[in-house]
């Protein structure tokens, strides 16, 4: 089964912005949607943004007009910019394949925003 693994979080103010990366360990180009999930601390996870392979984007509401997914088959990676960071933002993201997700979430990478 294709692992993800995430990067590209951090530590960043109110505000600003982070590229998060997921580098699949195979190939993505047979996965019709890709996504990208979070979970903050004491929350459930939640998907934030997904992407298809014809091109289609959804969002959820509470992110909508300041992330952007996309991905890149031919690099196996999939992105998640993130504008306009909010405290509220603070989670651990994930990615993942949203039709048949791998059983194992992996690591995830670390987003914190605060002043």
């Known amino acids: 089964q294709v692992q993800f693994v995430e990067s590209g979080g951090g530590l960043v103010q109110p505000g600003g912005s982070l590229r998060l990366s997921c580098a699949a360990s195979g190939s993505i180009f047979s996965i019709l949607v890709m996504g990208w999930y979070r979970q903050g601390p004491g929350k459930q996870r939640e998907r934030v943004a997904t992407a298809s392979r014809t091109g289609l984007r959804n969002y959820a509401d509470s992110v909508k007009g300041r992330f952007t997914i996309s991905r890149d088959n031919a690099k196996n990676t999939v992105y998640l910019q993130m504008n306009s960071l909010k405290p509220e933002d603070t989670a651990v993201y994930y990615c993942?394949?949203?039709?048949?997700?791998?059983?194992?979430w992996g690591q995830g990478t670390q987003v914190t925003v605060s002043s």
């Open positions: 993942n394949a949203v039709d048949y997700p791998n059983p194992y």
